[in-house]
């Protein structure tokens, strides 16, 4: 895989504003439109991301 070149976000620093409003898709699209080309997703937090699911998951 290639670097991703910025600008990026991470969105740990919203994520307990964020996480009971927004899925994945949402957040996406949120860092997207204020012109970023990749977001950083805690997976620490199950209401933002699955990880137990996407590592079982093969889509």
Excluded: H, Y
Excluded at 2 to 7: C, D, E, M, V, Y
Aim: charge should be positive.
């Amino acid at each position: 895989m290639g670097a991703i070149k910025g600008p990026g976000i991470s969105s740990a620093q919203f994520a307990s504003s964020i996480a009971s409003k927004c899925n994945l898709r949402k957040i996406a699209g949120w860092t997207s439109d204020l012109g970023n080309k990749g977001a950083q997703i805690p997976t620490s937090d199950p209401r933002l991301f699955d990880l137990e699911k996407a590592a079982v998951s093969q889509a």
